[in-house]
Nanobody, 133 residues
Framework: QVQLVESGGGSVQSGGSLRLSCTVSGSTYSRFCMGWFRQAPGKEREGIAALDSEGTTHYADSVKGRFTISLDNAKNTLYLQMDSLNSDDTAMYYC???????????????????????????WGQGTQVTVSS
């Protein structure tokens, strides 16, 4: 099991940028998936970006071209660079991790990520992002 701690959330005006960080500690795995999810008030939690240790990366259509997910293995930190933010991006943002792989995506109404056929089990506490117009 791993422990995940998000940081970097805050309030920003529409068109602005933020970079979220997710620091990972605990067990290490040679194969893994990691992802960013968000939940807005009154809405279901949705996947927005994810990657796996084999090099697969995925973005939800709602953030594609504006958000970038990256992993710094030396710092055990997952990042989410968010540019061109708008009010629809206001939500609580969570990072999650799961050992194994590969990353699989189910994209129906919302994006759902799976790792080796399993849902993500390790989650951070979340960081709030608020975008004002």
């Amino acid at each position: 099991q791993v422990q995940l701690v998000e940081s970097g959330g805050g309030s920003v005006q529409s068109g602005g940028s933020l970079r979220l960080s997710c620091t990972v500690s605990g067990s290490t795995y040679s194969r893994f998936c990691m992802g960013w999810f968000r939940q807005a008030p009154g809405k279901e939690r949705e996947g927005i970006a994810a990657l796996d240790s084999e090099g697969t990366t995925h973005y939800a259509d709602s953030v594609k071209g504006r958000f970038t997910i990256s992993l710094d293995n030396a710092k055990n930190t997952l990042y989410l660079q968010m540019d061109s933010l708008n009010s629809d991006d206001t939500a609580m943002y969570y990072c999650a991790a799961e050992p194994g792989g590969p990353l699989a995506i189910a994209d129906y109404i919302d994006v759902h990520y799976y790792c080796g056929g399993r849902t993500f089990e390790d989650w951070g506490q979340g960081t709030q992002v608020t975008v004002s117009s």
